[in-house]
């Protein structure tokens, strides 16, 4: 099929991400991609400095994770998970309680980020239900975050980000702290601690994205906050769950971002990068507490069973996708990529417009005084040769870890090409 003919009917019948029916902008036509590198069908390559969402972190079309899939698919595509259990996930869930902060112990395998924050959120209601304490059934989180667009995640997302602003009286209605400041300060703690405090009878959990708020204004905090909020949720008595779907396996420097502050969450999420971003997988992990607690209940079981739960596809190459990324010096790597973003991206400062700059791992973001004309902002980096996604104020990045010096300086130079004109 041409590529004329098939924009013309993705626009017709097709709905992206946020996008409207029937679609107003033509989407980029993606042939192939093999490395860093998109292959669109007008014959232009660009670099891919967005990993597919924080996903792909090992590029495309990697030989050992494209094996992986080929050896699995040729014994086992699907089975059931209900009363069956097979290699690749089971070895997938003890390599990532051996990978995890260690009191985390049981793993639930899903399909999405979005769903295993939905079981994250379900093991915590839960657990609290089965001890007889009722009353604890809200959540508390960050202004600022996101947790994905199912009822529940959007509950916890940002309120006044827009986002899911749409549902506010049909969302579930949960409690709100003020967004963690970039640095340490003791005003905050002391904000925080009050928040959880008047609020402790009723709360089941606090959820928040550790060290980097993603989608919801790609913001970084100091990582003693999640110090505070462990010791907090411990006298308290309130489960801590992180949400580490972005920035888990390596994104910010540490394999998971609690490892900045040496700290474990009682629950915790991981997907994207788990499988290299092949296919749609994620987990929710817990610690025995909270795995022992739910099976005390009346009702002794976790009511969650997705259709393609433990999928051996996805699990054969999740593993294999964790296992080359421990096989390798990624720590270097990232460090490697954090240096040349923090480089690369200095000259955007000068830039008019530009608020802030900001690097932290592989993750690079400008930050522009005003919403960012998308149209105008991509154009003119997928004219210097990368793929970028801006939205709202922002135009970031966060490449595959398998970025060169050469693509890193081209994505650089695509985001201030991006911030010029945006
Ligand atoms: N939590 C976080 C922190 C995320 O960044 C995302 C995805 N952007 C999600 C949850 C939802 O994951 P998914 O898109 O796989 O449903």
Redesign the pocket.
């Known amino acids: 099929m041409s590529p004329d003919d098939l924009i013309a009917l993705d626009r017709a019948h097709v709905w992206h991400p946020y996008g409207p029916m029937p679609g107003t902008h033509d989407p980029l036509v993606v042939e192939s991609a093999r490395g860093v590198r998109l292959r669109l069908a007008d014959g232009r390559e660009l670099v891919d400095g967005m990993s597919s ?2 996903a792909a972190i090992h590029g495309y079309g990697h030989p050992v994770l494209d094996a992986a899939l080929a050896e699995q698919a040729g014994k086992m595509s699907h089975v059931m998970f209900g009363g069956l259990t097979h290699e690749p996930a089971v070895r997938l869930a003890a390599k990532l309680v051996e990978i995890t902060p260690a009191p985390l112990q049981h793993v639930f395998l899903c399909d ?4 295993g ?1 939905e079981v994250a959120i379900k093991m915590c209601l839960q657990y609290w239900r089965s001890l007889g304490q009722t009353r604890k059934t809200k959540l508390l989180t960050w202004r600022g975050g ?4 199912t009822f529940n ?1 959007m509950s916890v997302c940002d309120p006044d980000g827009g986002m899911h602003s749409l549902w506010r009286g049909v969302l579930p209605v949960q409690l709100f702290a003020e967004a963690p400041p970039a640095e340490f300060e003791h005003d905050y703690v002391a904000h925080l601690a009050a928040v959880i405090e008047e609020h402790a009878d009723d709360l089941a959990a606090v959820i928040v ?1 550790p060290v980097v708020q ?2 919801g204004g790609m913001r970084f905090h100091d990582a003693r906050y999640l110090h505070v909020l462990r010791e907090l949720c411990l006298t308290h008595d309130v489960l801590l769950v992180f ?1 580490e ?2 920035t888990g396996f390596g994104r910010t420097g540490e394999l998971f971002a609690a490892d900045h502050a040496g700290i474990s969450p009682d629950v915790m ?1 991981v ?2 990068a788990m499988s290299g971003g092949y296919l ?1 997988m ?1 987990a929710t992990l817990c610690t025995s507490r909270v795995a022992d607690g739910i099976s005390q209940g009346e009702v002794p079981i976790l009511a969650h069973g997705p259709t393609f739960m433990g999928n051996p596809l996805a699990s054969a190459v999740s593993l294999a996708s964790i296992d080359l990324l421990l096989s390798q010096d990624w720590r270097s790597a990232v460090k490697r990529i954090e240096s040349e973003l923090t480089a690369g991206l200095a000259p955007a400062r000068d830039l008019p417009h530009v608020r802030d700059v900001r690097v932290l791992g592989a993750i690079g973001v400008v930050q522009l005084d005003h919403p960012v004309d998308m149209a105008a902002a991509t154009k003119a980096a997928t004219d210097a040769g990368v793929w970028l996604r801006p939205f709202r104020d922002l135009i970031y990045t966060m490449p595959p870890f398998v970025s060169t010096t050469d693509d890193v300086a081209t994505i650089t130079e695509g985001i201030l090409a991006a911030a010029l004109v945006a």
Request: charged share 15%; aromatic share 14%; proline share 4%.
């Open positions: 969402w924080w999405s980020g979005s769903v924050v996101y947790h994905g667009d995640p994205e993603g989608a949400d779907i972005a999420c997907g994207k749609s994620a």
